[in-house]
């Protein structure tokens, strides 16, 4: 009867809509308290929430008998010493709590802040007690009249669900942030982010940053970007701040793809400065000392390296997704001076290259547009071509296909980059020598798959 939410009926009234079948149930449990109550009294109850599995379905059901406020009052006069947190008896009173109507549950948390104060509870145990209630601004006004301590350590410990009013989810974000509790004051404005000033997601998002958060609530990778986009779309912070937030929330942005950070990927294709940096911040200089690696550079190459190898945004792309061919090369140009300079010149290349082989069309469908072709066909730029040629395969991604099928796929991918490598190869040799060797890395491929899925046929 008090072990799960749902029973089983009867064959007969499990025919009944959901709110017949549940007023049944509630009937069953009060009925079934009552005896027990009769013949028990406290003590009768006390073992019943003791050795039940949902001790809040006791609660919820003593809020709708008769006799329950006075049980609760007994309680308190009897056994109020001896309660703790975290156990059966918390469970049962918050099911009391959040289920009871007023004036009920506000007459009980009086009598027990009352009660506390005169005994002495220490605030840790006054503000627990609270906790158990429906946060609502009757319950934050009864915290209010305890001392400062009592609500520092009730907005330590409260979990707060979602606010319908907006002057209280405003209220319970200013007292999380003030706590240092970030995860629980996102996860209260995750579904209202329209209503939530965009000031209190940002502060959030910084603290989600630097606190660390005990126990707190998970934000799942899709509210995350959600509310950066609330932020960029507000048009209240600079795109450098958005930027700084949206490369340290990055492991939590799709999993490491980030695809939603447009403030950060803007920023890097840009500014070559900062693009210098994350390069530096990844890769030792190819000449003289190296300093020495500590865990925190350690840690910010990692997502340096996770943000450059899921750049997809060109450099000189302008708001209606068009590329601006005199920034795109000013921004190359600058970017390997920069790198070149601070003895990294390789690896700028190399990552320049794979950012390069997310180039679109020209409008006849030869490919890479005719910006990237000049850039890559530059003889002394093997590297870039290099990085070209593994940002291609990698942007690839997954694939899936008959066990056998054999290398269909390869081969149609390889006449593919033939035919763009014969389009240029009167005007940009070195281009064409490269998307030809694509080609021919998937024709050897293709023939690998093609021997394991007749290897496969044959039963091996």
Not at 2 to 10: A, R, T, Y
Not at 177 to 201: D, H, N, V, W
Not at 369 to 378: N, Q, V, W, Y
Not at 430 to 447: F, P, T
């Amino acid at each position: 009867m008090f072990d799960s939410h749902w029973l089983e009926l009867p064959t007969e009234d499990e025919k009944k809509d959901l709110h017949d079948k549940a007023k049944i149930v509630s009937e069953l449990r009060a009925s079934s308290l009552s005896a027990i109550y009769q013949a028990e009294r406290i003590t009768g109850i006390e073992c019943l929430i003791e050795v039940c599995t949902e001790p809040s379905i006791v609660g919820a059901t003593l809020a709708g008998v008769p006799w329950g406020e006075g049980y609760w009052m007994e309680w308190i006069q009897e056994k109020l010493e001896s309660f703790d947190n975290g156990t059966h008896m918390s469970a049962c009173i918050a099911g009391f709590l959040r289920t009871a109507a007023s004036p009920a549950p506000d007459a009980l948390l009086k009598k027990v802040v009352e009660l506390g104060k005169q005994r002495g509870w220490p605030s840790v145990r006054l503000a627990s007690f609270l906790t158990l209630a429906i946060p609502n601004r009757e319950t934050w006004q009864l915290v209010e009249s305890c001392d400062h301590e009592v609500n520092t350590e009730y907005w330590d410990r409260v979990q707060p669900y979602h606010q319908t009013n907006d002057e209280d989810l405003d209220f319970v974000l200013e007292q999380l942030l003030k706590a240092k509790r970030p995860m629980s004051a996102l996860y209260c404005c995750q579904f209202k982010l329209q209503e939530t000033a965009p000031g209190k997601i940002f502060l959030a998002l910084q603290q989600l940053l630097n606190c660390r958060e005990i126990d707190g609530p998970k934000i799942q990778s899709w509210h995350l970007e959600k509310m950066l986009e609330r932020l960029e779309s507000s048009g209240e912070f600079e795109r450098l701040a958005l930027a700084q937030l949206e490369f340290g929330l990055f492991p939590f942005l799709q999993h490491g793809r980030g695809d939603n950070a447009s403030a950060l990927y803007e920023a890097i294709t840009s500014e070559p400065e900062l693009f210098k940096e994350l390069i530096c911040a990844i890769y030792k200089p190819e000449h003289g000392e190296r300093q020495e690696v500590t865990d925190a550079s350690r840690a910010t190459a990692g997502r340096a390296w996770d943000v450059l190898h899921h750049c997809k945004r060109l450099p000189g792309t302008q708001s209606d997704g068009g590329i601006d061919a005199d920034k795109f090369i000013h921004f190359i140009q600058e970017a390997r001076e920069l790198c070149s300079d601070a003895d990294r010149p390789t690896m700028c290349d190399q990552t320049l290259g794979q950012i390069l082989s997310h180039s679109p069309a020209d409008e006849d469908g030869t490919w890479p547009f005719t910006p990237a072709r000049e850039i890559l066909e530059s003889p002394e730029l093997e590297h870039m071509r290099t990085g070209f040629i593994t940002g291609t395969i990698n942007k690839r991604g997954v694939t899936s296909r008959s066990p056998w099928d054999g290398g269909d796929q390869e081969r149609d991918l390889a006449a593919h980059y033939r035919n763009q490598a014969e389009r240029v190869q009167h005007s940009h040799p070195n281009v064409a020598a490269m998307l030809d060797q694509l080609a021919q890395g998937y024709e050897r491929h293709g023939k690998r798959e093609d021997v394991e899925a007749n290897l496969r046929k044959e039963g091996f």
